[in-house]
């Protein structure tokens, strides 16, 4: 017993000392206790997050085959895609002060609230025979605004209602509503589009963005949100978040590393269809295959994170998938014009490979951040990911233009796995996963280890 206490005590004092040395730990520390009923808390807000979602990108697929329709131009599709990302990128920071400064119950209703009312504006506008592309551009900027306050509070809330061993499996299962979207949401968009109209679309995302709503009024999520009186100035509330980050070595050079591999990865996702007709003489039904493979597979690889959990070295997951979906990228890009079926295989494996990287990145974050400071530091991240893409667009354009796309595929590739490679085996990135492994012990895991190292001891000692 006496052995027990002194495990204790010593267990208590190098608590103490770690949370003098490391404000995160205290702040952490905290932070409010788990409900009992957080996986039922997950999924009501979950059900609402899918109808929003999908609905949503039903909607926004249906913009774009009207401006497909209407234009036939290529560069009105990428000013679309410009105006769905841009305004999100910018915005970002700005909702991530928004979800550290309130509630952020409140923020997730506000924010999903108020792109259903602009849905159904522009519904109500179309419906009476005003409808244009200058309108679907606007809709598209919209929703983006309303992304840039969203996501930041949704992805600062998930530390707050699920135990640190979960947050890998939520963030995927996040991620899959997300994929699951991509899959459906052109069919379903495009399908509505022609059969009940463009208007009947908008307010059905109408429609998503109220079940949202609802579920996340009836959602106990805490309120759990900075009092400090820098948290009441947006200046000095920004400057704080590009603090943390800042102070947080590993955290800024993890951060720059994947903002390099997204650009990269962005720009080649744009390309696929180019390969598929450029280097395959393929047609549309080919370049739909490939997608679909992609698709299909990227929900199974989820599936298998899920299942497992991802582990306790979560940086290394992510080093690892970074670095095989480079190796793929560049196999891809010296396939011959006869290859297409191994093209089709490598971009399912692909699929699997790159869901190892989303979940586990982003569980990095959410087990280092403080909670009171999240919503700034991720929504720093998501300008940090929706820049990334516009960039990498832009990148992959011109020079697969002279390189040609096969040998761009190439190059991109290598510019991941040297991106993988960093990722894993820095020496500062080596110590931040480390560090994130251990919080997978709570209180509770340390405390019953001693107990079970004091009951060895003294069973040892009365043999």
Partial sequence: MSEYLEHAEKAEVSSAQQKEQNPTIAAQAQAPELSHSWKRIIVTIWIGQAFSILTAYSSMYAGVWYVTETTDSAFMLAVASLCSMLPQGLLSPIGGVIADRFNRKYVLMAADAFVGAMALIMGMIIMMGHVSVELVLIMSALRSVGQAFHIPAMESTMPLLVPKRHLVRINTLNQSLWSLALIVGPVFGIFLYTVIGFQMVLFLNTLGCAAAVLTIATAKIPDFHDTSDEARHPIKSLKAGFATLNADRGLLVMAGIVMVVISMYAGINSLFPLMTYDQFNGDGYMASTVEAAYGVASLVGMGILFVWGGGRRLLRLV????????????????????????????????????????GPLLAVFQKRVPPEKMGRVMGLFTTVTALSSPIGLALAGTCAEFTGVANWFVIA????????????????????????????DDAKVVKRKVELRSGGSNAAAKE
């Avoid at 560049?330 to 989303?358: H, Q």
């Fill in 319 to 358: 080093a690892l998938s970074g670095f095989g979906a480079g190796v793929i990228l560049v196999l891809t890009g010296l396939l011959t014009p006869d290859m297409f079926v191994f093209f089709v295989i490598l971009t399912g494996i692909s699929g699997v490979v790159e869901a190892f990287f989303n």
């Fill in 413 to 440: 590739g290598i510019v991941v796995s040297a991106g993988g490679i960093l990722l894993g085996t820095l020496p500062i990135l080596r110590k931040l996963d480390k560090e994130v492994a251990a919080t997978f």
